[in-house]
């Protein structure tokens, strides 16, 4: 494993068992752990995560992708120290310097002349993507919205309607207008994986489903650039910006939900929506935008974020100071540092290694992505491409016990999510492909 100079404070809480069992009695049912025995962690600096025991971990799912520039950075935790020891809370009543500075800020990345510039700074994914449902409805006036199967946009209520009903067990109460088109997944779609016009192809899907399974009035299209919790799905090229110009030639908007894709992720652009050559008119991020904060944003076009001026829109702790805060001093070690391009290099060595993975494991069904997006679905094998789920529980669970922690996702958890923190090296990387390595050595 590679090394670290942190050592980790001594631990002196109750035991893991002893959290477990109070966490049981007196939490929600709902609460999910990974890991046949739950791990506990109580410590992070950078990529590494320590449990009680001081034992260390190398993260490579960053608290499901929220841990964007490292554990505790140092200069985002100094910034948000100052700020919480000078003013905790007020809300956007009041006016704070450190809010309008990080929506500057924040509309500065987005592409130029796009008129992407309005904020709505909320605490979570969804809250985000509820303001995106409601912005669009009310500026369109048109009620139907488009979302992908297998999507993953939250769990608020109208958010859960976004989400791919049947995907992720909710019940079908939700999501009242909302219409729900195929996903473009080129590994298990209908039209072979290296067909340069699946992206045209999937998309007449939802020209028809526009046509036919809708009002034909629509207030708006949302799909992630790359399917998160669906299990890394790359969108093909060629569908966005098709299903782009129908959906506003029927009278809505489009918008890119980049809880995960945004901020440099993917290593080619700042935001996943422009490696598709589309500009949306609205964006809604979490996650990584504030390194573990409770924060989510969402950045309209001018006239989009206009329907809103008439209505009161209050949110007791989007925009508060602390968050703001946590907000900036991240986007500025983004920026400052060039995570970007660091995602693009490191996930690129990744990406490399994952894909010897896949030639010498025929239980490797596909690895992909970009940047640090990354994905491996696991199949019975490579003929049959019949998803694997107890495969990649295993690899998961034993990934752990070598000191890897690793997401897992896709419509039957088949496929290993791969999404560090940006801060990563290339010998971590190495690491954890011989981990893998390892891992798949023993289940096949
Ligand atoms: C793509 C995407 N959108 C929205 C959300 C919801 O964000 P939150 O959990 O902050 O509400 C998530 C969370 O995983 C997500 O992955």
Request: with cysteine; hydrophobic share 35%.
């Amino acid at each position: 494993m590679p090394a670290t100079t942190h050592s980790p404070k001594p631990y002196d809480g109750p035991t893991r068992e002893e959290v477990l069992a109070t966490r049981r009695e007196f939490l929600a049912p709902s609460l999910l752990t990974y890991y046949r025995d739950p791990l506990m962690i109580v410590e992070g600096s950078m990529q590494w995560l320590f449990d009680e025991t001081g034992r260390r971990y190398l993260d490579f799912f960053g608290g499901i992708v929220t841990v964007s520039v490292g554990h505790c950075h140092p200069r985002v935790v100094e910034k948000v120290r100052e700020q919480v020891e000078r003013l905790q809370h007020t809300t956007t009543i009041y006016l704070h310097p450190t809010i309008a500075e990080f929506g500057r800020k924040l509309a500065s990345t987005m592409p130029a002349n796009s008129g992407l510039e309005v904020c709505y700074f909320t605490s979570s994914g969804s809250e985000a993507n509820e303001l995106a449902m409601l912005m669009s409805r009310l500026y369109t006036g048109n009620f139907d919205l488009i979302a992908l199967r297998n999507g993953y946009h939250g769990m608020t209520n109208q958010a859960m309607g976004l989400t791919g009903l049947h995907t992720w067990k909710q019940p079908l109460l939700h999501g009242i207008g909302v219409h729900h088109a195929r996903l473009p997944d080129r590994l298990r779609g209908p039209y072979g994986y290296d067909d340069p016009d699946a992206g045209s192809k999937y998309a007449d899907e939802v020209i028809d489903l526009i046509q036919y399974g809708t009002s034909g009035q629509i207030a708006g299209f949302i799909a992630e650039p790359i399917q998160g919790v669906g299990g890394t799905v790359e969108i093909p090229l060629g569908y966005l910006p098709k299903v782009y110009e129908a959906v506003r030639a029927a009278g809505g908007v489009c918008i890119s939900d980049e809880v995960q894709t945004g901020f440099g992720r993917t290593g080619t652009k700042f935001w996943g929506f422009e490696n598709h050559g589309v500009t949306p008119d609205i964006v809604t991020m979490a996650k990584g935008i504030g390194n573990g904060a409770p924060l989510g944003a969402c950045v309209a076009r001018a006239e989009v974020a206009g329907s809103m001026a008439n209505r009161l829109h209050f949110n007791t702790y989007g925009g508060n100071p602390v968050s703001m805060a946590a907000g900036l001093a991240t986007l500025n070690v983004m920026l400052e540092d060039d995570l970007q391009s660091r995602c693009r290099d490191i996930g690129g060595h990744l990406l490399e290694g994952l894909k010897n993975l896949q030639s010498n494991h025929d239980i490797v069904g596909d690895a992909r992505g970009q940047g640090l997006m990354l994905g491996l679905e696991l199949v019975m094998d490579s003929k049959s491409l019949a998803p694997n789920g107890p495969a990649a529980a295993q690899v998961h669970d034993r990934a752990k016990e070598m000191g890897l922690l690793l997401g897992k996702g896709g419509l039957k958890g088949n496929v290993l999510r791969i999404k560090p923190p940006m801060c990563i090296t290339r010998e971590d990387c190495d690491f954890a492909i011989d981990v893998l390595d390892r891992c798949l050595h023993e289940v096949s």
